[in-house]
């Protein structure tokens, strides 16, 4: 086993903010810091830190950049186009600030110690990808627009079911009655109160036809990205855009996860101890990544409502006694070992 310490001459430790970044060159053998500076995080910036390091160091480098999902972005794609090699560490937690204390210098340091001694296997390496960046983007902005739609629709429905606008709102409103409203001119003979509510509902039934237009205009995008990514991988029964995107995501590429038991424990799959006594039992993994994990459970419900081996297999464990819950977990488990499976044999 390699410790990073042994693989590189020198180690660049980066603390990172939204106006500078404050990075220290560090050389492996000694683990003396030979210099520290800070850069303001503009191209320019970015660049002349990219260069003071290249000119510094020689051989194998390897910088340890926090938050490169956030502040650090910018930082690893320039290190990325200069061939330094990148890992993401964490910010260190605060009790072990307080024998230390804290300033960028100090944190910039201990993103250096944090992975001196560690496994080159076990470094966290951010991946410069256009596709998978896309990808996560396209993830988070259905969200936002889910999570709009849903809340604008429960509101035209405590709207309607309120106030008399002459729909039938004893269940939640439908599509075609959100169409239906959405479409509604102002009228001569409505007194005030009922032309600004129904000025409202026509708003907001508006908005809600939108999101539903975006989602829709995302998930083409999400498919097209999947299939150029993974052929093949829409095919497995119960996999659709939006779950194909979040797996690809979590996933990134051959080599991230070593095994499909490793895959499991990252989508939080990966079942707990719980037992005590003569009591054997396991319980849910609330760890992990939720997304991932949200995506496979998705997977598992589609083939519960409309899949007939899953159908059968929920029923013969239902007779031996299993809750719901557990025959759950169990599903979610072998959907993870195929889905990785899959990945592996479809991926480029």
């Given at each position: 086993?390699?410790?990073v310490?042994?693989?590189?001459?020198?180690?660049?430790g980066?603390?990172?903010?939204?106006?500078t970044?404050?990075?220290?060159?560090?050389?492996s053998?000694?683990g003396?810091?030979l210099?520290t500076?800070?850069?303001?995080?503009?191209t320019?910036?970015?660049n002349?830190c990219?260069?003071?390091?290249?000119?510094?160091?020689?051989g194998?480098v390897?910088?340890?950049?926090?938050?490169?999902?956030?502040?650090g972005?910018?930082?690893v794609r320039?290190l990325d186009?200069?061939?330094?090699?990148?890992?993401e560490?964490?910010?260190?937690?605060?009790?072990?600030r307080?024998?230390?204390?804290?300033?960028?210098e100090i944190?910039?340091?201990?993103?250096?110690?944090?992975?001196?001694?560690?496994?080159?296997e076990?470094?966290?390496?951010?991946?410069?990808?256009?596709?998978?960046?896309a990808?996560?983007v396209l993830?988070a902005?259905?969200?936002r627009?889910?999570?709009?739609r849903?809340?604008?629709?429960?509101?035209?429905?405590?709207?309607a079911?309120?106030?008399?606008?002459?729909?039938d709102?004893?269940?939640?409103?439908t599509?075609a009655?959100?169409?239906?409203?959405?479409?509604?001119?102002?009228?001569?003979?409505?007194?005030?109160?009922?032309a600004?509510?129904?000025?409202?509902a026509?708003?907001m039934?508006?908005?809600?036809?939108?999101?539903?237009?975006?989602?829709?205009t995302?998930?083409?995008?999400?498919q097209q990205l999947?299939e150029?990514?993974?052929?093949?991988?829409?095919?497995?029964?119960?996999?659709?855009?939006?779950?194909?995107?979040?797996i690809?995501s979590a996933?990134?590429?051959?080599?991230?996860?070593?095994?499909?038991a490793?895959?499991?424990?990252?989508a939080?799959i990966a079942p707990?101890p719980?037992?005590?006594g003569n009591?054997v039992r396991?319980?849910l993994?609330?760890?992990?990544?939720?997304?991932?994990?949200?995506a496979?459970d998705?997977?598992?419900?589609?083939?519960i409502?409309?899949?007939?081996?899953?159908?059968?297999y929920?029923?013969?464990?239902?007779?031996e006694?299993?809750?719901n819950?557990?025959i759950?977990r169990?599903?979610?488990?072998?959907?993870?070992?195929?889905i990785y499976?899959?990945?592996?044999?479809?991926?480029?």
């Amino acid at each position: 086993m390699t410790i990073v310490a042994q693989a590189y001459d020198y180690v660049i430790g980066a603390d990172t903010h939204a106006r500078t970044h404050t990075v220290c060159i560090t050389a492996s053998g000694t683990g003396e810091v030979l210099d520290t500076r800070t850069f303001p995080t503009t191209t320019a910036g970015l660049n002349r830190c990219c260069g003071w390091i290249v000119r510094t160091t020689e051989g194998r480098v390897l910088a340890a950049v926090e938050g490169t999902r956030s502040y650090g972005a910018g930082l690893v794609r320039v290190l990325d186009a200069a061939g330094v090699e990148v890992a993401e560490v964490k910010p260190p937690r605060r009790k072990s600030r307080s024998a230390r204390g804290k300033s960028d210098e100090i944190d910039a340091q201990a993103a250096v110690h944090t992975v001196m001694a560690q496994p080159i296997e076990d470094l966290a390496v951010p991946r410069c990808d256009g596709a998978r960046e896309a990808m996560r983007v396209l993830l988070a902005s259905r969200r936002r627009a889910d999570t709009h739609r849903t809340g604008m629709r429960s509101a035209l429905t405590v709207l309607a079911r309120t106030h008399d606008l002459d729909i039938d709102a004893r269940r939640a409103l439908t599509l075609a009655q959100i169409r239906q409203i959405s479409r509604w001119r102002s009228r001569k003979a409505d007194s005030i109160d009922v032309a600004v509510i129904r000025a409202q509902a026509q708003q907001m039934a508006e908005q809600i036809i939108t999101e539903y237009q975006r989602i829709e205009t995302i998930d083409t995008q999400l498919q097209q990205l999947a299939e150029d990514l993974c052929p093949g991988l829409l095919d497995i029964f119960g996999v659709g855009p939006v779950t194909a995107a979040s797996i690809l995501s979590a996933y990134s590429h051959k080599g991230r996860v070593r095994s499909e038991a490793a895959f499991a424990k990252m989508a939080g799959i990966a079942p707990i101890p719980a037992s005590s006594g003569n009591t054997v039992r396991w319980r849910l993994n609330r760890f992990g990544d939720r997304h991932l994990n949200q995506a496979i459970d998705t997977i598992v419900r589609v083939r519960i409502m409309h899949e007939e081996r899953t159908q059968n297999y929920v029923k013969r464990r239902t007779q031996e006694g299993k809750t719901n819950p557990e025959i759950r977990r169990v599903l979610r488990r072998y959907v993870a070992r195929e889905i990785y499976r899959s990945l592996q044999a479809l991926m480029p």
